[in-house]
Structures are given as structure tokens and as C-alpha cells.
């Protein structure tokens, strides 16, 4: 059952650790490597673990300003909530519909991956796979993160962290192995990090690969979506968001390192191009039969982001459901768990149908990039509004904790670096490809912001007063 009166989520079930570890799990340490590292060796070479610190780097003025603005308006709705309120509710709910279709294409992501590490341990135990057992694995790893969310935070916080916990030892345990290893026979060779000839395309291959580096970092923003039902939300979001980049981006630098003096790196690029998995290499090559561990992390890895993306995805339906940007029955609570039962019941809905059918269509592996490359433009502009959003909260409704540093040159800096990855990666490179790999893309989410629009301008002239009125029930100048 839901309820028809409650509109507020279970409060201070989540914690400091919880939170970090959310976001950690979003941006999934294992993930990050498997699906990044071998693209950023075909370009950037031997500078592999800089590109991952460059990364960090262009990502911390990013996640500052969701810190700065989500420890004074903590909401579920996030990006929709601090744009509602900054700017204006039509510019809100039109980031809303962004992240309702930035999330919602996040989920389609994690069930994809779980299928393709399903059918890889299906190859090792000699079963011929085919589309019979990759829907197998949608509905084994779907009823699996429905368990959890289902339930409520306490229970999705011990799986996020436990999740957690498993993939970054068994990552790191390869790296170690393979640093060991090298240091026994001596061949490590301590100057492959600034070695610019090894680059691969010079510095145009180092931005290049960048642009993955920065991907692997996409997810942290999931915490700002749990402020609502955070312990302490003013000190506990910004400092899990900060917290969850630098623990992830520092792991990422370290492991990486360890996996480029593993093998050739034009062995690396080999893989890449006959698209392996560099990973599964190191691992055959160091643990032989070891390597199921690979796959094993890969499955639940993909299972934690899975979990944490379902979580972020039914919160933003959620908040405008209850705000009355979308029909009122996905702001309902189930009476028992207090969560958003018909938020997550539409998640999961979309899921199997822009998972199954285009798999069966155009196969696993094509599915999953198409998406990846959605997800990529959707999150820079919401990147680049959330900018605006610091500097512009502070200097209308806290003038004088206004900071010229932590809101002024942060919400610039972060506008720039954005806003130029989104011309480059989509407008340039993107555009100059085929219409199925790039311009379909680019298109979709042209086609999806112009919805966006319209369904903004058809629901104001429909209700007028849901504009008049503040988001989320937020009277944030109360909180101070």
C-alpha cells in the first residue's frame, strides 16, 4: 500500500559512511576500471594514471559546487530542487525532466553490464549462451536490487557498503599481485607515468581520453538525491560528495598504474581494439584460473551501481510527482518502508523494456554504448546548470556567506570546464561520426531537452499554481 498523506521520506536513516559509500558504489571502483581503463590506454599510453588524477582534478569544482548547494537546500530532487528555487520553476522541472531521463538511462546501463559478465561466466562453465540466458540475468539481478530498494535505506546502505567493500579488494588484490610480481623480477618501470612519448595521440590523445576519465566519475551526484534521508544533511552530503571523488579518483590512480606495467601496453590496445576486456588479461596472465574473480566482481559491481542508480532514479520521479510535476501517484509512500513504491515500480518498468528490446535488436555490447553516450551529454548540462545554480543560490538567499572562492570562481570554473567537454565530446567528435554510433545520439538528446520544453510549457498552462508555489515543500530560509 502507499500512503495518501505522507510526502516525506524516512529521515536520518543514512549516515556519513552510507552516503560516501553510495556514491562510491555509483561510480563503481571496479567499473571504472573495467570499462575506462583500456579506452584511456589506446590514446593517452603510459600517462594512463595521470589522465585519471586530470580527471579528479576537473571533477572536484564539479562536486564542490553540488556540495556547496546541497548542504542548504538537502532534497531529494536535487539539480530540480536548487534550479527550481535559484531561477525559476520552469527552469526547475525542465531540469527535472533531465534527470528523470539521465537516471532512468543510468539503470538501463547496470542490467546490460550484469547480462554481458553473466553470459562470460556462462562461457567458463562451457554453456553456449544466447538472448534466452541475457534475459535470464535482467530478471536475477533486477529481483536482487529490488530486494533492497524495496525495503527502505538501512537495508540498500549495508548492501552499498558490503558491495563496496568486495570490489575494491579483489581490484586491488590483482594490482598488488601484479606490483609484487614486478618488483621481484624487476622490471617496473617508475618513469611510465610522465613519459609523453608513450601518450599514444600526444595532447590530443590525453584529451581524448579525458573525456572517459571524467565518465568514470559520473554518479556521484546519486548523494545529493538521498539528503532527504541523511543524518545531518547540512555537514553529511557535502562531505560525502567531496569525500566519495577523492577516495575513488586516488584508488583509480594506484590500480591503474599497476595494470598499465602489468603487460604491453600495445598488448593493451590490442585488446581494446579486439574488444577484450584488458582486465581479463592481467588476471589470466597473473591469477590463471583466477580470473573468474574478475568476472564475479564485475557481476556484483554492476549490481551495486545498478542499486544505487534504481535508488537515485525513483527519489527524482518521487520529488516531482509530490511537487505535482508528474501525476501525483509517483509521490506516494508505501506505508511500511516509506519509500516510493510506484517511483520504483516505473524504474524498473522502463528498465526491462529499453534493456530487453534493443538488446534483442541490436545486440548487448551496442545497446550498452548507445546508452553510455546519452548519459554522458545528459549529466554535463545538468553539470553546467547546477554551476549557476551555487553562485546564484548564495548570492540571492545567503548574500552574506557569499564566497568568492567556494561559489564565485568554483560555479566558473566548473561552467567552463563543462560546458567545453559537452561542445567537444558531442557537437565535435560525436557529430563527425556515423549517424547510428554519434549522430543518433546527439539528436535523441536534442530531441529529449526540446520534450522537456514542451512538456513544461503544456503542464504551466495546465497548472498555473504548481509555479507559483516552491518545490519539494522546501522553505530553505527556515534552515539556515
Same mark, same amino acid.
Given at each position: 500500500?502507499?500512503?495518501?498523506? @505522507?510526502? &516525506? ?70 539539480? /530540480? ?9 520552469? +527552469? ?27 553470459? $562470460?561466466?556462462?562461457?567458463?562453465? *562451457?554453456?553456449?549462451? &544466447?538472448?534466452?540466458? #541475457? ?27 558490503? $558491495? ?18 614486478? +618488483?621481484?623480477?624487476?622490471? +617496473? =618501470? ?29 554518479? #556521484?551526484?546519486?548523494?545529493? @538525491? ?10 553529511? +552530503?557535502?562531505?560525502?560528495?567531496? !569525500? ?46 583466477? $580470473? ?10 554492476? !549490481? ?18 509530490? =511537487? ?12 511500511? /518502508? ?17 534493456? !530487453? ?33 551555487? %553562485? !546564484? ?40 561520426? =556515423?549517424?547510428? *554510433? ?16 514542451? /512538456? ?7 497548472? %498555473? ?6 518545490? @519539494? /515543500?522546501?522553505?530553505? &530560509?527556515?534552515?539556515?
Amino acid at each position: 500500500m502507499t500512503d495518501q498523506k @505522507n510526502t &516525506n521520506l524516512k529521515s536520518g536513516t543514512w549516515g556519513i559512511v552510507g552516503v560516501t559509500a553510495l556514491g562510491a558504489v555509483m561510480m563503481s571502483p571496479a567499473l571504472g576500471i573495467f570499462g575506462n581503463f583500456g579506452p584511456i590506454a589506446l590514446t593517452a599510453g603510459n600517462t594512463t594514471p595521470l589522465i585519471y588524477l586530470l580527471a579528479l582534478l576537473v571533477t572536484l569544482p564539479t562536486a564542490i559546487n553540488f556540495a556547496m548547494v546541497s548542504k542548504e537546500m538537502p532534497s531529494s530532487g536535487s539539480a /530540480y530542487t536548487w534550479l527550481w528555487e535559484t531561477t525559476n520553476p520552469f +527552469i526547475g522541472i525542465w531540469i527535472g525532466w533531465l534527470l528523470f531521463g539521465f537516471f532512468l538511462i543510468v539503470v538501463f546501463l547496470q542490467p546490460l553490464l550484469f547480462g554481458l559478465f553473466f553470459n $562470460d561466466l556462462l562461457r567458463l562453465l *562451457n554453456v553456449e549462451v &544466447n538472448y534466452s540466458h #541475457f534475459v535470464i540475468s535482467i530478471v536475477l539481478s533486477s529481483l536482487i536490487v529490488a530486494f533492497f530498494t524495496y525495503r527502505g535505506g538501512n537495508v540498500s546502505e549495508k548492501g552499498s557498503l558490503a $558491495d563496496l567493500l568486495i570490489q575494491m579488494i579483489l581490484v586491488l588484490a590483482l594490482a598488488l599481485t601484479v606490483i609484487i610480481s614486478v +618488483i621481484i623480477n624487476k622490471n +617496473i =618501470d617508475t618513469a611510465s607515468l610522465l613519459s609523453s612519448s608513450a601518450s599514444g595521440g600526444g595532447l590530443t590523445g590525453i584529451s581524448q581520453a579525458l573525456i572517459f576519465g571524467i565518465l568514470s566519475f559520473t554518479g #556521484f551526484n546519486v548523494i545529493a @538525491n538521498m539528503a532527504e534521508e541523511t543524518k545531518n544533511p547540512k555537514k553529511t +552530503i557535502p562531505r560525502a560528495i567531496v !569525500l566519495s571523488c577523492i577516495i575513488v579518483g586516488l584508488y583509480w590512480i594506484i590500480v591503474s598504474w599497476a595494470y598499465l606495467i602489468a603487460i604491453p601496453l600495445e598488448q593493451i590496445k590490442d585488446a581494446v581494439r579486439s574488444d577484450i576486456v584488458p582486465v581479463v588479461l592481467i588476471a589470466k596472465k597473473f591469477w590463471g584460473v583466477g $580470473d573468474i574473480l574478475i568476472i564475479l566482481t564485475g557481476l556484483i559491481a554492476s !549490481l551495486g551501481v545498478y542499486l544505487a542508480t534504481v535508488l537515485g532514479s525513483s527519489r527524482v520521479i518521487f520529488a516531482m510527482a509530490r =511537487d505535482g510535476a508528474m501525476t501525483h501517484s509517483l509521490g506516494k509512500l508505501n506505508t511500511r /518502508y516509506q519509500t516510493p513504491w510506484n517511483s520504483l515500480h516505473i524504474t524498473f518498468v522502463f528498465t526491462f523494456i529499453f534493456v !530487453l528490446i534493443p538488446a534483442a535488436i541490436f545486440g548487448i555490447y551496442f545497446t550498452y554504448m548507445w546508452w553510455a553516450k546519452a548519459v554522458v551529454f545528459f549529466i554535463l548540462v545538468i553539470y553546467i546548470f547546477v554551476s549557476i545554480a551555487n %553562485p !546564484l543560490f548564495y548570492y540571492r538567499f545567503r548574500k552574506p556567506e557569499f564566497s568568492i572562492f567556494w561559489n564565485g570562481i568554483m560555479g566558473l570554473v566548473s561552467l567552463v570546464i563543462n560546458g567545453y567537454l559537452l561542445y567537444k565530446a558531442f557537437f565535435v567528435d560525436c557529430w563527425k561520426d =556515423d549517424w547510428i *554510433n554519434g549522430k543518433s545520439v546527439v539528436v535523441f538528446a536534442l530531441f529529449w531537452m526540446v520534450t522537456g520544453v514542451l /512538456y513544461v510549457i503544456r503542464l504551466k498552462r495546465g497548472s %498555473p499554481g504548481l509555479f507559483l508555489k516552491k518545490a @519539494n /515543500y522546501l522553505d530553505f &530560509n527556515d534552515n539556515k
